[in-house]
Structure formats: structure tokens, C-alpha cells
């Protein structure tokens, strides 16, 4: 709680008391938060005037800049002319032209689509349309899901029980028939590579083991994120995501990545499954779909199993779920008018023609105190700190903000200082957010 004493006045402690911040340690947080105000391009402007370069695309979503006209003013004729209409049995024209634009920029044969209103709602979306696909074609016993340590799914019952952060889970209970898959980061081998790890491809062979134990006849699904952001951007090793492709196929079991930060251009392609070249059964999207702006999430998968769901011998079976808000009209306006923004300004491909210089720079920050590794891909990357050994996270935490006061905003997951700016960003602001992360992390050592 806020101690009263730290309150800047009667009517904003009430206002700071009852907004319930989503992931904050609300117990220990006692400062005031840093209230953001105004946004555009590339920068925020907060409550006290101060531009803030943005090195982390809001929360992995502002992929096309801040502040589009283009995307408000699509919002704002949408609202005017329709607000809302019901997709249950009948529909409006919006969502049915976005989900064939999305099939039109996704890896072959994800061409059909199911709308969310955020990455949590895709996850659990994708979990239940595999249990469901298995039970239509007779395969009931397939149930166990399979998830990965360190993974971040979301938030939903799903999400927390296939994902692999401890205090995501901790306080809840979570669904039975999950098993894990290990995490691919590796200090020792892999420290300060350039691009993708080369050592780790037969981490994938685990699945192998998890087959062997529980049988190929009862599991469902293997979910991963392409990297894992959340985490701390882990990224596959080369080979990795190819041989979970090859076994999950050999064993008839779903794979589906969550692309809902790798989705829409973050690391050089549409999706990283065009990048890395390897297609899964399904994969969930959210954050750029609608470049942050209105929320919105989506499943994209491949006509066979929603063939297969439809026409199975299990009659019964059909998959009843869906949203009230499932293709919002707002929504899908939001999406279709930054899709277009992708498109005339090549976006979705930019992050590889930044790549190179991306990595040159964030790699110039090797040899200050204390950075144990640093990994990069598309336009991501991550600058490993050593951990304080009594103080866990206080490192990252310091030079997060630290960043921000002297106007960049990064994202610190412990000690790890995450970086996915906006995918419009030019030399300058590569510059200016290696120059000052730089120079925060050489002072807090
Ligand atoms: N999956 C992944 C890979 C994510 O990174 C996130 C959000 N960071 C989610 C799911 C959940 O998305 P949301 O917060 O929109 O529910």
C-alpha cells in the first residue's frame, strides 16, 4: 500500500488507491508510478512534460509507432457507424474481411480465424480448439497439454498452467494433464551469440521422453512462444523449433506458437514462423494485431483442423466458445487500418533490414559491469545483467529506471533488460537507446 505520508495530495491518493495495478507488486510499491500522458512516433510525454523514447513498443505491441491518425480515425468512424454487433449466428462484414487479410499474411494454411480480445483469451482459445479437435475425431484421450518452463501464456487457467513462471502460478490452482517442456537459455554455451543460439536444437528431444511417459495417444498439444519475451527474450536455437515440428507431427500432436509478440513483423517476417521457416497447426496472435491500440487477440489455424473439429465422427462435438466481444467491429476496424499501415510502409520486413545494425549496436554494450550476456534477433533483444546476490531484480529495476528518468523506457524482467521498439524506429533512436542504456548500466554497476 501507499504509505499517506508519500502522497502528493488528498484527491490523487484516493485516485492512486483504487486502481488495482496489474502485474505490480502493489504490496511494496510505494512510490508514485510514472504516468504516462501524451504519445507520438516514437516517443511517450508524461504528466510532467519530459519525452520518453519508447524501446520497448509500449508492452510489445506499439509495432507501428504511436499515435497513428490513420488507426484513430478508423476507431472513430467505426464507433459512429456501428459500435457493436453480435457475431453469435450472425455477423457484420469487418471480421470476416480481417480474418481473410490475416490468412492473406499468414504461414501457409493458417487461413482460418478465431477472434479474442487479448493474448490470454487466444491461449486458452488454442488449448481448447486442440482438446476439442482431438475429441471430434474420435482421439478423446488426448488431453494433456504441454507447455515449456519460463514460458509466458497469458494470464487464463490455461495460460498460467501451460506457462512456466513460478509466480504466475503460485497463488492458484491450475489445470491437471500439463507437463513441461525444458527452457532453451544456456549462459554457458550460449552467452553473447549474435542472432540465434547454435547450441540446444536437442532440447526439443525432451518431448521424445515426455511421449514416452505419458503416451503419444494422450497428449493434445504442445504450446511454445517462438522466443519467449516475457521471460527475458529466450530465444530457439537453430534446429530447435524444427524438431518439436518433426516429433509433434510424427506423434499427430497439435503445436501451436504464441506469437503474440513475435506476430506482426517483431522479428522480421509476418510471423516467426516464416522467419524460422517451420508452420504449425495454429498459432495465436494479439498486441500489434491492432498496433496496441483497441485490444484485440486472435487464433489462426489451419483449415484441416477446423475441418476435421467440424466433420469428426463425434457428432456432438462442437466447439461452443466464443466472446460476446469475438470481432468487434471497433476492434477489427483497428486491426484492418493498421494492417494497412504494415503494408504501405513495409513494416512487417523491416525489423530484418534492421537487424544487422541492431545487433552491431546492442552488442557495443558487451564488457560493461556486470552484462553476462546479450541476445538479439529481428528488432528484439536483451541485455543479460548478473544478479545482486542478496537483491534478485534490484539491478534490472535500478537501471529500468534509471532509463526512464533520463527519457528511455525499457522493460526489466529481473535482472534481464528486455528491448522491441517500435518497428518505424530510425538510426537516431537505435542510437539514443544504446547510448543511454549504455551509460545507465556503466553507473549502476
Ligand atoms: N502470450 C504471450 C507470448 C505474451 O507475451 C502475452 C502478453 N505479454 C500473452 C500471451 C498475454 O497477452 P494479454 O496480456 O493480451 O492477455
Redesign the pocket.
Known sequence: MNSPSRKPSAESATRLDSFWMPFTANRQFKGRPRMLQSAEGMFYTDTEGRQVLDGTAG??CCNAGHGRREIAEAVSRQISQMDFAPTFQMGHPLPFELAEQLAGIAPPGLNRVFFT???????DTALKIALAYHRARGEGSRRLLIGREL??????FG?ISVGGIANNRRAYTTLPNVDHLPHTLDLERNAFTRGLPVNGAEQADHLERLVNLHGAENIAAVIV?PL???AGVILPPVGYLQRLREITRRHGIVLIF?????GFGRVGAPFAAQRWEVVPDML?A??GLTNGAI?M?AVLLHSALQDALMSGPEQQIEFFHGYTYSGHPVAAAAALATLEIYRSEQLLTRAADLEEDWQTLLHSLAGLPNVVDIRNTGLVGAVHLASRENSPGSRGYEVFERCFREGLLVRCTGDIIALSPPLIIEPGHMDRIIDTLGSVIQRTA
Open positions: 508492452l510489445w480480445n487479448s493474448g490470454s483469451e487466444a491461449v514460458a509466458y501464456h497469458g494470464v487464463g495460460g512462444e519467449s519475451g516475457s504464441d506469437e503474440v509478440i513475435t495465436t494479439a498486441k485490444p487477440g
